[in-house]
């Protein structure tokens, strides 16, 4: 049986080599514009910052993927096809794309051109994927965060695409793709633009010994002296409903399924992916280490070790999400 | 796949390695502390020439710099006499600042930057030279930031994205001997260190007392705040 592949995040260049130097056997990345997920400040890769990233990746036998992965809106589709000429010019080894008219377009100008379906198309059910497969050739889709293991072992036992699945880092309790919290806090896109919690809408601010965080101008949480902070996202806010402040929609945590490699080698998955392009290298570098640690332990038959990554995580908590309790 | 065997080993430091860290991290904080004392036009002067080395040895990360919108960026370290407030775009700079007496006025502070990092200088330093994540550090409340957000996360990605810095030595560099004095005083300052430290715990708690006063008073902190 072939081994897991681990698929690392960077969102810059060092951050890229961190990975590579770690362990990882694919990084995945994203142009410097609003063609992906994650465009915030200062982050991403000019084209000539993923030519050097692709020299030093492959000349250690790693892979780079390239995330163009928002939707293009009627009238603008050039940066977007853009985006996915110069991938292919650039010799990156796959590409990760949601949208269907964008994904027509790469298979058709670019037939050699592996295409990964995103997270960001959601597609969670046997026949969108096969959909996708026979309209465009994808040959692998990473499933939304929102299946259980058992579902994830039916769904492969159906399909004859590789499938994907995110192993640690943010956790999007909503359908990826389909999220409108952030769009109606701040008027700007995780799926159009790129951006979920847009920084410049953002602001934290001291109150005695609490920390406040806004979005938009929304109080969205306040975290009392010594309680560990999370990310200013609207799915994990606190807000007073009933009895008191509560987290309606999902605490600050983050994933983290190392425990879970044996049930997830069993439900026929091919890639594990670390989450975290916004994160910084020591990030990246501490975690895909302890995943290619656990990977190798785990290839060689031997359990699975404990290896602490409570340092990393938001919220100073961690879950298997929705992997092991049925979340919806 | 890639190829099992080109896997580096990235090494965890040793006790003797984090010793000798805390030590050089509090006497690169107890400079920082002489630098206003030069007066101002002197130490903008020692800092521009900083800045320019450090833009000499990372052209990357100090044209991304230059290329942001004007805005300031106060880093002040909370246990630490002075800030330094950091200009950002074409005009870019640095400026050592005195911090108020019991800590910084924060008002005061947040009034001449449109953003502000405060946090330990030893973290700060960490995260400065790429050796820790500053979301762990944010989550864990060691690290708090107010005004601009966008300001500080480009300017913390855009650091974050060379590859590691070494503040100490490029500082340590524009002050001649010290530069050919830091390789040699890093390769001996763990075990040395570390036998100061067995001689140490050997006497007696009076005599201990006084040794940590001292370090306190070279170092411009209190003993066991973990420098």
């Known amino acids: 049986m072939d081994n897991f592949e681990l698929i690392c995040p960077a969102g810059t260049p060092a951050a890229l080599r961190a990975a590579v130097d770690a362990g990882a056997d694919a990084v995945y990345l994203g142009f410097r514009d609003e063609t992906n997920a994650r465009n915030f400040p200062g982050l991403n890769f000019t084209r000539q910052d993923v030519a050097d990233a692709v020299d030093y990746a492959h000349a250690r036998r790693v892979?780079?993927?390239?995330?163009?992965?928002?939707?293009?809106?009627?009238?603008?589709?050039?940066?977007?096809?853009?985006?996915?000429?110069?991938?292919?010019?650039?010799?990156?080894?796959?590409?990760?794309?949601?949208?269907?008219?964008?994904?027509?377009?790469a298979a058709k100008r670019h037939p050699d051109l592996r295409l990964h379906l995103s997270v960001q198309a959601s597609a969670a059910n046997v026949e969108a994927i096969r959909l996708y497969r026979d309209a465009f050739g994808v040959r692998r889709v990473v499933l939304p965060r929102v299946l259980t293991v058992p579902e994830i072992a039916k769904l492969n036992a159906e399909?004859?695409?590789?499938?994907?699945?995110?192993?640690?880092?943010?956790?999007?309790?909503?359908?990826?793709?389909?999220?409108?919290?952030?769009?109606?806090?701040?008027?700007?896109?995780?799926?159009?633009?790129?951006?979920?919690?847009?920084?410049?809408?953002?602001?934290?601010?001291?109150?005695?010994?609490?920390?406040?965080?806004?979005?938009?101008?929304?109080?969205?949480?306040?975290?009392?002296?010594?309680?560990?902070?999370?990310?200013?996202?609207?799915?994990?806010?606190r807000f007073v409903a009933g009895d008191g402040p509560a987290y309606l929609f999902e605490e600050p945590t983050s994933l983290n399924a190392m425990d879970l490699l044996p049930e997830l080698k069993a439900a026929g998955v091919r890639a594990l992916k670390i989450e975290g392009r916004q994160r910084g290298k020591a990030y990246i570098a501490a975690v895909v280490r302890a995943y290619r640690e656990a990977l190798e332990s785990f290839a060689a038959g031997r359990p699975v070790p404990h290896i602490d990554l409570q340092a990393m995580v938001e919220g100073g908590t961690q879950t298997t999400g929705a992997y092991t309790r049925g979340w919806r | 796949m890639r190829d099992p065997d080109a896997a580096q080993t990235v090494s965890t430091p040793t006790v003797s390695e984090d010793r000798a860290r805390r030590f050089e991290t509090g006497l690169s904080r107890a400079g920082l502390g002489l630098?206003?004392?030069?007066?101002?036009?002197?130490?903008?002067?020692?800092?521009?020439?900083?800045?320019?080395?450090?833009?000499?040895?990372?052209?990357?990360?100090?044209?991304a710099l230059r290329e942001m919108p004007d805005a300031s960026v106060l880093i002040e370290p909370v246990d630490a006499p002075v800030a330094l407030l950091m200009r950002v775009g074409r005009d870019l700079s640095l400026h050592a600042l005195p911090r108020g007496v019991h800590g910084a006025d924060e008002a005061a502070a947040d009034a001449v930057a449109d953003a502000v990092i405060r946090?330990?200088?030893?973290?700060?330093?960490?995260?400065?030279?790429?050796?820790?994540?500053?979301?762990?550090?944010?989550?864990?409340?060691?690290?708090?930031?107010?005004?601009?957000?966008?300001?500080?996360?480009?300017?913390?990605?855009?650091?974050?994205?060379?590859?590691?810095?070494?503040?100490?030595?490029?500082?340590?560099?524009?002050?001649?001997?010290?530069?050919?004095?830091?390789?040699?005083?890093?390769?001996?300052?763990?075990?040395?260190?570390?036998?100061?430290?067995?001689?140490?715990?050997?006497?007696?708690?009076?005599?201990?007392?006084?040794?940590?006063?001292?370090?306190?008073?070279?170092?411009?902190?209190?003993?066991?705040?973990?420098?």
């Open chain 2, 35 to 63: 630098v206003p004392r030069l007066g101002r036009r002197a130490s903008d002067a020692l800092l521009a020439r900083l800045l320019r080395l450090l833009a000499d040895r990372h052209p990357r990360a100090f044209e």
């Open chain 1, 159 to 237: 399909i004859d695409i590789e499938t994907e699945v995110f192993v640690f880092g943010g956790l999007c309790p909503m359908a990826e793709g389909r999220c409108s919290l952030s769009s109606y806090a701040t008027g700007l896109s995780p799926n159009k633009q790129g951006v979920c919690s847009p920084a410049n809408h953002v602001r934290y601010e001291q109150r005695g010994g609490a920390l406040a965080s806004t979005l938009g101008g929304f109080t969205i949480n306040v975290f009392g002296e010594g309680e560990q902070a999370g990310y200013p996202t609207l799915c994990k806010g």
């Open chain 1, 63 to 105: 892979e780079v993927y390239v995330a163009i992965n928002t939707y293009p809106q009627a009238g603008n589709l050039g940066p977007w096809q853009k985006a996915v000429d110069d991938a292919a010019r650039l010799k990156v080894d796959a590409v990760i794309l949601a949208d269907p008219g964008l994904l027509a377009y």
């Open chain 2, 119 to 227: 946090g330990p200088y030893a973290r700060l330093l960490d995260l400065l030279e790429g050796r820790i994540d500053g979301d762990a550090l944010f989550f864990r409340r060691e690290l708090s930031i107010s005004g601009d957000t966008a300001l500080i996360l480009a300017l913390r990605n855009t650091l974050d994205g060379e590859d590691e810095m070494d503040l100490v030595a490029d500082a340590a560099s524009i002050a001649g001997p010290l530069a050919r004095a830091l390789p040699v005083l890093r390769r001996n300052a763990g075990p040395v260190l570390d036998r100061i430290e067995a001689a140490r715990r050997l006497l007696p708690p009076p005599l201990r007392r006084g040794i940590e006063r001292v370090e306190a008073r070279i170092t411009g902190t209190l003993p066991g705040s973990g420098m």
